[in-house]
């Protein structure tokens, strides 16, 4: 298998469905990936829209998967939650949550699943400290938070980052790379490059 040599990171808000997805896909093609939410906390579907499971980031999937097991195992199953969860317990430990991943290193290449969420990464990198002035690119690929575009999502992150770790220098080809995903594709994408 060809060694990949870009670090990327999928970020969407707070239920780990779409950044778990794409990472997991990644994952099985070797690709050095990571993967976090934006949110206070974890948030999965409940029994209504008024009552989500709401778990602290650093929660391990399993504790989440037997949860809501006892709590309705056929309502879990049923709305795809328990496959989701069974899916993220495969990839990793635990939901990490952006804002405190500084201690996970860089990446050179973020990508996130809806438009707040770039917003809220590009603000973040922003903020920080740029003592290394090394760049990272940040693109939205603007996926719906369900189980079948999540999938969706996670294949068109793939073609992406594949595109970008056979480039010899993204910094030299993005708009390029951007524009032909985009009408191969017909998903517009949001990017920018910020710094570490």
């Given at each position: 298998m060809k060694e990949m040599k870009l670090r990327y990171a999928m970020v969407c808000s707070s239920n780990q469905n779409r950044s778990m997805e794409a990472h997991a896909v990644l994952k099985r093609e070797g690709f050095d990936v990571a993967s976090y939410g934006t949110g206070q906390h974890v948030k999965l579907?409940?029994?209504s829209v008024r009552e989500p499971n709401v778990y602290d980031f650093g929660t391990p999937y399993k504790h989440m998967l037997d949860d809501l097991r006892r709590k309705d195992p056929e309502l879990y199953r049923r709305n795809g939650i328990l496959p989701m969860l069974k899916r993220n317990v495969g990839v990793k430990t635990a939901p990490q949550r952006w804002q405190e991943?500084?201690?996970?290193?860089?990446?050179?290449?973020?990508?996130?699943?809806?438009?707040?969420?770039?917003?809220m990464v590009v603000q973040d990198l922003h903020n920080r400290d740029h003592v290394l002035?090394?760049?990272?690119?940040?693109?939205?690929?603007?996926?719906?938070?369900?189980?079948?575009?999540?999938a969706v999502g996670g294949r068109l992150a793939l073609?992406?980052?594949?595109?970008?770790?056979?480039?010899?220098?993204?910094?030299?080809?993005?708009d390029d790379i951007i524009i032909n995903f985009e009408r191969q594709h017909n998903r517009k994408l949001l990017y920018t490059i910020s710094y570490y």
């Open positions: 579907p409940g029994p991943n500084a201690a996970d290193g860089t990446f050179d290449v973020v990508l996130t699943f809806e438009g707040k969420v770039f917003d002035m090394k760049p990272v690119l940040v693109i939205n690929l603007e996926v719906k938070d369900n189980h079948e575009e999540a073609l992406l980052c594949q595109e970008l770790d056979a480039t010899e220098n993204w910094e030299d080809f993005i």
